[in-house]
C-alpha cells in the first residue's frame, strides 16, 4: 500500500515539475537547503560556552519543528498531493489508508530538506569529541525526528480542519496564525535579549525547556551518549518513538472522521434579515454582513486580523515601549482590508446571478463598500479610542483623526477594485471541504492591498505633518470618502465591462488572452528550427528562477528597512518615547537620526515594490502563457 502511494505521489510530482511550478518547488529547496546549512554551521562553530552549541541547535529545532506544525495553519492546508477523498470508495481501513498515506508524506522537498537539517545532530556530536557511539545514535535521532515533524504536522492540519468546522475552532486557528504572524513582525523586540544570551548564555531555566521539548530529545539523547548515560539515550529515543506512533493513530483516527463526516456547513444562529435593507445597496449590505456572520472563512480572517492587531501592538511592551498601542485600531483597519481583497474570488461563479440583472455591478459594488465600512469602522474606532485612553498619548489625537478615517476609506474603495482587477479563483462556497486551510492565501494580492491602502493615508499624513492642527482630520475625512467613492465607481465600472471574462476566470483559474492573428508564412524562406525546450518544460530556466527567488527575497527583507529600522524608530521620535535597543538611527547623531530613517524607508520600499511588482508580472505572464492562442494545440 504504502510503495503504490509513494510511487503515485512520485508519478504527480514528474508530471507537475513544468513552469511556475517547478520554479516554485526548485527555490524553496534553495530557500529550506540554506535555513539548513545555517544550523549545520551553527552545530559545527566553536563557542566560548560549552552549552551554547546544545542550547542554540535546540532553539534551531524548536524553531523548524514550530514550522512544520504551524506552517499549515499561515499557508494552506499541507501537502495535499494525495487526497484521502480520492481513496474514500475504495476497501481500505483507515489506519491502512493512514499507513500508505504517512509513507508518501515522506516523499517530497520539505522532508528531504528537512532531514539534511536535523542532520546537525551528527555535525554536533563529532565536533564536540563525544565518540561514535554519540554519531550512531545522532544518526538515528535524525530520523527518529524526521518521523516525528512529518507526522505531528499531519496530525496538527487534520485536527485544525476538524477544529475549524465551528466559529470557535476557526477563531482559534485565526488566534494561533495571527500569533505567529504576528511575533514574526515582531521578532526585533527579542534581539537585545538575543544578544545577552550570546555572551553570557542562556538562563538555566530556558536551557531547561528547550531539551524538555520533543524536539530536543535528540540532542538529549546525543550529549547522554556523549557521557555514557545509556538509560537517558534509550528514553529520549523511546520518547520520540512512541511520540510518532501517538501521531500516527491519531492521524488514523481523524482521517476516519474526515471520511466519514459531511463537511462544515458553517451555518450560525438564524439572524432577521434587518428591516433597514430598503433599497439594492443596503440589500447587498445585508447580504455581506450575514455572509461575515456565517462564513467560516471570512470569520476566520476577521478574527485573525483582530488577533493580529492586538498581539502586534503589545508585543513590544515585551521591552517596555508602548509605541504602537494608539494605533491598534489602524493596523486592524490595514489588515481587514488586506483579507477582503478576493470579495468576488470568495464568492466564485455566483457572479452568474449578478450578470443577470442589468445594472446590478453599481449596487453590488457600493453594496460591498458599505457593509466592509459597518464591520470594520466600529471596531477600528473603539480600538483606538480604548488604547488612546489607556496609554494616555491625547497629544496624538490630530493624526489618530486624520489617518484612521483616511485608512477606513481608501481600505473601502481599494479592497473592492483589487477584488475585480486581480481575483484569486478560488473553489465555490458550496462545494468546498471541511478543511478551511485548504483554502490558500494569496499573499501577493494580501500585500498588494496593505500598500495601496496604507499609500490612501499619505494625503492625510502630509497634511498633519506641515498644515494646521485642522487640516488633517479635514483632510483624512474628505480623502477617505472621496477614495471610496471613486476607487469603487472604476470597481462598478470595470465590473460591469469585463463581468463575463471576470466569470470565466472564476470559473477555469486562468485569465482569457486576446485572440491575435496568425502570423503570415514567409514560403521563401525556410523556418527556423525549433528552439529546445526540454529546460523550460523541465521549469529550470534560469530567468523565472532568478525572478522568483528576488522576489521571496525582498518581500522577506524589505521589512527589517522598512518596519523595524524605518517606521518603528520613526514613531518614536515622533511621540518622544525613545528606546534604542537595535534601531540603527537611534544610536546616530540627532543631525543623522531622520536622514537614515528616511533612507531605510525608501530601501524597504523599493525592496517592496519591485518585489511586488515582478511577482505581479511574473504570474501574470505565467496565466497568459498557459493558454494556447487562438485554441491552437
Not at 58 to 78: E, I, K, Q, R, S
Not at 551 to 556: C, F, H, M, P, Y
Amino acid at each position: 500500500m504504502a510503495v503504490l502511494l509513494i510511487q503515485m505521489k512520485l508519478a504527480v510530482l514528474r508530471h507537475s515539475m513544468t513552469g511556475r511550478r517547478a520554479a516554485q518547488m526548485v527555490t524553496g529547496a534553495l530557500t529550506g537547503l540554506a535555513l539548513a546549512g545555517g544550523l549545520i554551521v551553527l552545530a559545527g562553530r566553536d563557542y566560548p560556552l560549552a552549552s551554547l552549541p546544545f542550547d542554540l541547535l535546540g532553539v534551531g529545532f524548536a524553531l523548524w519543528t514550530a514550522g512544520w506544525l504551524l506552517g499549515p495553519a499561515l499557508f494552506g492546508g499541507g501537502d495535499e498531493t494525495l487526497r484521502p477523498e480520492h481513496f474514500s470508495l475504495l476497501s481500505f481501513t483507515p489506519r491502512r489508508l493512514a499507513a500508505g498515506l504517512a509513507g508518501a508524506a515522506f516523499v517530497g522537498v520539505a522532508p528531504l530538506v528537512t532531514f539534511v537539517a536535523f542532520s546537525a545532530l551528527v555535525v554536533v556530536a563529532v565536533k564536540a569529541g563525544l565518540g561514535g557511539a554519540a554519531t550512531a545514535v545522532g544518526v538515528l535521532a535524525v530520523v527518529l525526528q524526521l518521523v516525528v515533524c512529518v507526522l505531528a504536522s499531519r496530525l496538527v492540519t487534520a485536527v485544525l480542519g476538524q477544529v475549524m468546522r465551528s466559529k470557535a475552532g476557526a477563531a482559534l486557528a485565526a488566534l494561533v496564525s495571527a500569533a505567529i504572524l504576528a511575533g514574526l513582525h515582531s521578532s526585533w523586540v527579542l534581539s537585545p535579549l538575543v544578544q545577552t544570551a550570546l555572551r553570557t548564555g542562556f538562563p538555566d531555566p530556558f536551557s531547561a525547556w528547550v531539551v524538555a521539548l520533543p524536539s530536543g530529545w535528540g540532542l538529549v539523547a546525543v550529549r547522554a551518549a556523549g557521557q555514557g548515560q545509556w538509560p537517558t539515550v534509550a528514553a529520549a529515543l523511546a520518547g520520540l518513538a512512541a511520540l510518532g506512533v501517538v501521531c500516527w493513530y491519531g492521524w488514523a483516527a481523524l482521517l476516519k472522521r474526515r471520511l466519514t463526516t459531511r463537511r462544515a456547513s458553517g451555518r450560525p444562529v438564524r439572524v432577521a434579515s434587518g428591516g433597514w435593507a430598503t433599497g439594492p445597496v443596503t440589500a447587498v449590505a445585508a447580504r455581506e454582513l450575514r455572509t461575515w456572520s456565517r462564513d467560516l472563512l471570512r470569520f476566520h480572517y476577521l478574527v485573525f486580523a483582530l488577533c493580529y492587531a492586538l498581539a502586534f501592538c503589545l508585543l513590544p511592551l515585551v521591552i517596555d515601549a508602548p509605541i504602537f498601542l494608539p494605533w491598534t485600531g489602524a493596523v486592524f483597519a490595514l489588515w481587514v482590508a488586506a483579507i477582503s481583497a478576493n470579495l468576488y474570488g470568495e464568492d466564485g461563479t455566483e457572479l452568474w446571478g449578478k450578470m443577470m440583472v442589468p445594472g446590478a455591478a453599481r449596487y453590488d459594488v457600493r453594496g460591498r463598500q458599505l457593509a466592509w465600512l459597518l464591520v470594520t469602522a466600529p471596531p477600528t474606532l473603539v480600538l483606538t479610542a480604548a488604547m488612546v485612553v489607556f496609554t494616555g498619548e491625547l497629544g496624538l489625537w490630530p493624526w489618530l483623526a486624520a489617518l484612521v478615517p483616511a485608512l477606513l476609506g481608501g481600505g473601502a474603495g481599494v479592497t473592492v477594485l483589487v477584488s475585480v482587477l486581480r481575483p484569486v479563483p478560488m473553489t465555490d462556497p458550496h462545494r468546498r471541504g471541511g478543511n478551511l486551510l485548504e483554502n490558500g492565501t494569496d499573499f501577493a494580492q494580501v500585500l498588494l492591498v496593505l500598500i495601496l491602502t496604507a499609500a490612501t493615508a499619505a494625503p492625510a499624513y502630509f497634511a498633519v505633518r506641515l498644515g494646521p492642527v485642522w487640516a488633517g482630520p479635514v483632510m483624512g475625512l474628505v480623502g477617505g470618502a472621496t477614495l471610496a467613492w471613486l476607487l469603487g465607481r472604476l470597481a462598478a465600472t470595470r465590473l460591469e465591462s469585463s463581468a463575463p471574462e471576470l466569470l470565466l476566470h472564476l470559473r477555469t483559474g486562468v485569465s482569457p488572452k486576446r485572440r491575435r492573428p496568425a502570423p503570415a508564412l514567409d514560403l521563401g524562406r525556410p523556418h527556423p528550427p525549433k528552439p529546445d525546450l526540454r529546460l523550460d518544460k523541465l521549469g529550470l530556466d534560469l530567468a523565472p528562477m532568478g525572478r522568483r527567488a528576488y522576489v521571496i527575497a525582498s518581500l522577506t527583507l524589505c521589512w527589517v528597512p522598512l518596519v523595524a529600522q524605518g517606521i518603528v524608530p520613526a514613531l518614536m521620535l515622533t511621540t518622544g518615547q525613545v528606546t534604542r535597543s537595535w534601531f540603527l538611527a537611534l544610536h546616530l547623531p540627532q543631525h543623522l537620526q531622520w536622514p537614515t530613517i528616511i533612507a531605510m524607508i525608501a530601501l524597504g520600499l523599493v525592496l517592496l515594490t519591485t518585489g511586488l511588482g515582478i511577482g505581479l508580472y511574473y504570474l501574470a505572464t505565467s496565466r497568459r502563457d498557459s493558454i494556447e492562442p487562438d485554441g491552437g494545440p
